[in-house]
Nanobody
Framework: QVQLVESGGGLVQAGGSLRLSCAAS????????MGWFRQAPGKEREFVAV?????????YYADSVKGRFTVSRDNAKNTVYLQMHSLKPEDTAVYYC???????????????WGQGTQVTVSS
């Protein structure tokens, strides 16, 4: 069992930066691939980024955030991060972290989810 708690969301102007954190409970954090997803109002939840199981592991991004967002993890702290730069109004969404057994862009591959943190980007 893994419990995930996101933090770091907020209101930021376009062009600004935010760093989201996702703290995990349990001793098996390093066993999971960690993904970030987001859901904008009136839209379906979509993939943002995923990082492999190891600290400084490989990562993969949605085209919409590539070059602006960076996902990383610190297994010693049981935490995964999403550093977001050059934010745009279209990045406004609730951001969720998730833990799964596969390096995947598909929500169905993720077993555990956080409650989400709101990111609002003003124009």
């Amino acid at each position: 069992q893994v419990q995930l708690v996101e933090s770091g969301g907020g209101l930021v102007q376009a062009g600004g930066s935010l760093r989201l954190s996702c703290a995990a409970s349990g001793r098996t954090f390093s066993s999971y691939f960690m993904g970030w997803f987001r859901q904008a109002p009136g839209k379906e939840r979509e993939f943002v980024a995923v990082v492999s199981r190891w600290s400084y592991g490989s990562s993969y991004y949605a085209d919409s955030v590539k070059g602006r967002f960076t996902v990383s993890r610190d297994n010693a702290k049981n935490t995964v991060y999403l550093q977001m730069h050059s934010l745009k109004p279209e990045d406004t969404a609730v951001y969720y972290c998730a833990a799964g057994a596969q390096h995947s862009v598909h929500q169905r591959e993720y077993e555990y989810w956080g409650q989400g943190t709101q990111v609002t980007v003003s124009s």
